[in-house]
């Protein structure tokens, strides 16, 4: 069962980076979500009121890649803590939950950084070539 369980989360948080990778493109001016929902306005309105909440709430929902990442880590690790512990019916000590999620959340934060920085530089370079 632990191996089986170390697998499903390893692919998990392969599963997750991808995601954020793809919504964190999708916010992009003049990308899909950022038509539907004028993402990009709501963040730079968010960002120019100038109050706690409002560049909180930029920075997590798209204006800073890092906040983004760990938001999304940080929202992934409690669905994972939720179906794993119905699936698996789970009964451990509370200190391996909160190791648990700071090792989960870390890497999950490091993985979707390295997914959107990396391969949103990427595609900003293809994007440009394109323009030529």
């Not at 001016?29 to 409002?54: A, E, H, Y």
């Not at 938001?71 to 190791?99: G, M, N, R």
Request: glycine share 4%; net charge positive; with cysteine.
């Amino acid at each position: 069962m632990f191996l089986e369980i170390t697998i499903l989360i390893i692919l998990y948080m392969l599963g997750v980076a991808s995601c954020a990778f793809i919504i964190f493109m999708s916010i992009q001016k003049s990308q899909w979500l950022d038509q539907i929902f004028n993402w990009q306005i709501k963040l730079r309105n968010w960002d120019i009121s100038g109050t706690k909440k409002g560049m909180f709430l930029s920075k997590i929902f798209g204006y800073c890649e890092l906040c983004f990442s760990h938001f999304v880590a940080f929202v992934a690790f409690w669905f994972l803590l939720v179906c794993a512990s119905i699936l698996y019916d789970l009964h451990i000590p509370i200190f391996i939950y909160i190791a648990w999620y700071f090792i989960q959340v870390s890497l999950q934060t490091t993985l979707n950084l390295f997914f959107i920085t990396k391969l949103f530089k990427k595609w900003k370079i293809s994007q440009m070539m394109k323009l030529k």
